[in-house]
């Protein structure tokens, strides 16, 4: 079992920056590729962001390319969503997920770990 817990959410203005943590405890999560996702209201989950735990391998959304930064600290067991020049369209419940996998994985049905999820709010 995989244990994950997000922190680092809050209220921001647009423009500015906010850095999401995943902290993974349970076992080690080499050979696991990791994920951040957000749900806004209304809508379905997306993911945001992707990663192998080597970092050798990334995808991200197209919204956020250039402006978001998926990262791992294996000493720590973490993974960080780096978030710059955000925009009210980017307020969601932002979850971690991890899945034992060498590939990327892009569907939430892919992932069977699970944060709680933490709330990132973007005034205009």
């Known amino acids: 079992q995989v244990q994950l817990v997000e922190s680092g959410g809050g209220l921001v203005q647009a423009g500015g920056s906010l850095r999401l943590s995943c902290a993974a405890s349970?076992?080690?999560?080499?050979?696991?590729?990791m994920a951040w996702f957000r749900q806004a209201p209304g809508k379905e989950r997306e993911l945001v962001a992707t990663i192998s735990w080597s970092g050798g391998s990334t995808y991200y959304l197209d919204s956020v390319k250039g402006r978001f930064t998926i990262s791992t600290e294996n000493a720590k067991n973490t993974v960080y969503l780096q978030m710059n020049s955000l925009k009210p369209e980017d307020t969601a419940v932002y979850y971690c997920?991890?899945?034992?996998?060498?590939?990327?994985?892009?569907?939430?049905?892919?992932?069977?770990?699970w944060g709680q999820g933490t709330q990132v709010t973007v005034s205009s």
């Open positions: 349970g076992r080690t999560v080499s050979a696991y590729t």
């Open positions: 997920a991890a899945k034992y996998s060498i590939k990327l994985l892009l569907r939430n049905t892919d992932y069977n770990y």
